[in-house]
């Protein structure tokens, strides 16, 4: 494929962006309902600081993606490095929501302990690098259309 028939870096972006959304309320979906557990189960914590959290998580992957598949030929690595970013900012974001809407530094400290020690970072972990990792495959591959061999008579 020629430069100008690749996909434009802000739609692959948004592709990918939607695409994590997408992999990250399956993800922590399916394992809280494997597990038998809330996403967080700490009491006095609002619905509203986890999605803040996502959301932030989301914001941080589409700009720390945007970088990479901008190039040409993107390394695998910085799949893993937009989704560390990611996650990261994930737990602050999380950190500081639940530190406003509850006031208690307890609870921050509740919340911070359980995401982190349990399975909800690394599902928040692992959407991030999957999402990423497809969105510099599509950028890097050479696929082009189909082309039938009678197409060249015309």
């Given at each position: 494929?020629t430069?100008?028939e690749k996909?434009?870096?802000?739609?692959?972006?948004?592709?990918?962006?939607?695409?994590?959304?997408?992999?990250?309320?399956?993800?922590?979906?399916?394992?809280?309902?494997?597990?038998?557990?809330?996403?967080i189960?700490?009491?006095?914590?609002?619905?509203?600081a986890?999605?803040?959290?996502?959301?932030?998580a989301?914001?941080t992957?589409?700009?720390?993606?945007?970088?990479?598949?901008s190039?040409?030929?993107?390394?695998?690595?910085?799949?893993?490095?937009?989704?560390?970013?990611?996650?990261?900012?994930?737990?602050?974001?999380?950190?500081?929501?639940?530190?406003?809407?509850?006031?208690?530094?307890?609870?921050?400290?509740?919340?911070?302990?359980?995401?982190?020690?349990?399975?909800v970072?690394?599902?928040?972990?692992?959407?991030?690098l999957?999402?990423?990792?497809?969105?510099?495959?599509?950028?890097?591959?050479?696929?082009?259309?189909?082309?039938?061999?009678?197409?060249?008579?015309?």
């Amino acid at each position: 494929m020629t430069a100008p028939e690749k996909l434009p870096t802000p739609l692959l972006v948004a592709f990918a962006s939607i695409g994590y959304l997408a992999l990250l309320v399956a993800g922590l979906g399916v394992a809280s309902a494997i597990i038998d557990d809330d996403i967080i189960s700490t009491e006095g914590v609002s619905l509203v600081a986890a999605y803040a959290a996502a959301g932030a998580a989301i914001a941080t992957f589409a700009l720390l993606l945007a970088g990479p598949v901008s190039r040409e030929r993107p390394s695998y690595w910085a799949a893993a490095s937009t989704a560390l970013g990611s996650a990261g900012l994930y737990t602050i974001a999380l950190a500081i929501a639940v530190l406003v809407s509850s006031g208690d530094l307890s609870t921050t400290g509740s919340v911070l302990g359980e995401v982190l020690v349990g399975w909800v970072v690394p599902v928040v972990f692992g959407s991030a690098l999957v999402a990423a990792w497809a969105a510099i495959a599509l950028r890097r591959t050479a696929a082009r259309p189909p082309h039938w061999p009678w197409e060249d008579d015309e």
